[in-house]
């Protein structure tokens, strides 16, 4: 009975920053993915950021890469998602999820668990 609550979101001008949190409930796996992923009007949902919570291994397209760090406070079993100079590019619903057992970070299909997102507009 995981949840994922994400916050964080917001309108925000270009070259802005935000902050995105995801706070997870119920029982995770000690070792596992989780990721960030979004959905913008008319596109098909993208992996943006996934973390491997056993090593700290991140993962990142490469239209983010640079701009966005993933990360988690394990103590807070919260996850998160700086991202810096954003771009109107970056506008889209953004969600937090979670694998099973992902075999491909960034892949929609991998993941079990998701939350109900949060809106980024940049403009």
């Known amino acids: 009975h995981v949840q994922l609550v994400e916050s964080g979101g917001g309108l925000v001008q270009p070259g802005g920053s935000l902050n995105l949190s995801c706070a997870a409930t119920?029982?995770?796996?000690?070792?596992?993915?989780m990721g960030w992923f979004r959905q913008a009007p008319g596109m098909e949902r993208e992996g943006v950021a996934a973390?491997?919570?056993?090593?700290?291994?991140?993962y990142y397209i490469n239209s983010v890469r640079g701009r966005f760090t993933i990360s988690q406070d394990n103590a807070k079993n919260t996850l998160y998602l700086q991202m810096n100079s954003l771009k109107t590019e970056d506008t889209a619903m953004y969600y937090c999820a979670l694998a099973g057992a992902a075999a491909a970070p960034l892949v929609r299909d991998e993941y079990n668990y998701w939350g109900q997102g949060t809106q980024v507009t940049v403009s």
């Open positions: 119920g029982k995770t796996n000690v070792l596992n993915y």
């Open positions: 973390i491997y919570t056993g090593d700290g291994d991140t």
